[in-house]
């Protein structure tokens, strides 16, 4: 089946420093990418939806300028965490789907951020 | 999918039994899917078996099947043989080209 890879896989950081986590769709053409958002014992939020070359589309609620979304190539989109506080630790998941085919998301393994 | 239901938080069943996860959706498009997933204590998501709306067959995946009835807005899964392995959290979750919604997830508990 089709990989998703997510980079780095853990992360700690001080507060009020900005970190990038990447997702890279390793053996097929993500048309569109999706990042998405876990806090422990909960279930996943849709945070953003990305598709190459143009603007990310947030869900409502989510910060545009804090988290910074970038989907320059068909194989990578960026997540980026900029001035980053405790409470933006959480497991950040990401996905993609070839084309059209929206009838299966393919998962990275997610990243995990601990901001101190 | 708008909003995804489980209203079930944990659930535990005999190795070897059967047991039915519950969800209730609701959503304003005519063109979805709906999906099961699992996740393991590694936190990867790996799909269990997915429904397309339009389809009236219920989706089997060898153990795992659906029960979805389109008018009372309801996907269940149900696990046969149920086994170690089965252990994990269940998300049932909706949606198409825009992203998924997931329901609170169901923690199932598998008993030796």
């Known amino acids: 089946g089709a990989v998703v890879s997510q980079h780095p896989s853990w992360v700690i950081c001080k507060s009020g420093t900005s970190v990038k986590i990447e997702c890279r769709s390793l053996?097929?053409?993500?048309?569109?990418m999706f990042w998405y958002r876990q806090f422990p014992k909960q279930s996943l939020m849709l945070m953003a939806t990305s598709n190459e070359g143009s603007k990310a589309t947030y869900e409502q609620g989510v910060e545009k300028d804090k988290f910074l979304i970038n989907h320059a190539s068909l194989t990578l989109s960026t997540l980026t965490v900029t001035s980053a506080h405790p409470e933006d630790s959480s497991f950040y998941i990401c996905?993609?789907?070839?084309?059209?085919?929206?009838?299966?998301?393919?998962f990275g393994p997610g990243t995990r951020l601990t901001v101190l | 999918a708008q909003t995804v239901t489980q209203s079930q938080p944990e659930m535990s069943v005999q190795e070897a039994e059967t047991v039915t996860l519950s969800c209730t959706y609701d959503t304003s498009e005519s063109d979805y899917y709906l999906f099961w997933y699992k996740q393991p204590p590694s936190r990867q998501m790996i799909l269990v078996i997915r429904q397309e709306a339009y389809k009236q067959q219920n989706a089997t995946e060898n153990r795992f099947s659906v029960n979805f009835q389109k008018a009372a807005k309801s996907f269940s899964l149900k696990i046969s043989d149920s086994q170690l392995g089965d252990a994990a959290m269940y998300f049932c979750a909706g949606g198409g080209a825009d992203g998924l919604t997931f329901g609170k997830g169901t923690h199932l508990i598998i008993q030796p």
């Open positions: 053996d097929f053409q993500a048309t569109t």
């Open positions: 996905s993609a789907i070839s084309g059209s085919a929206y009838n299966e998301q393919f």
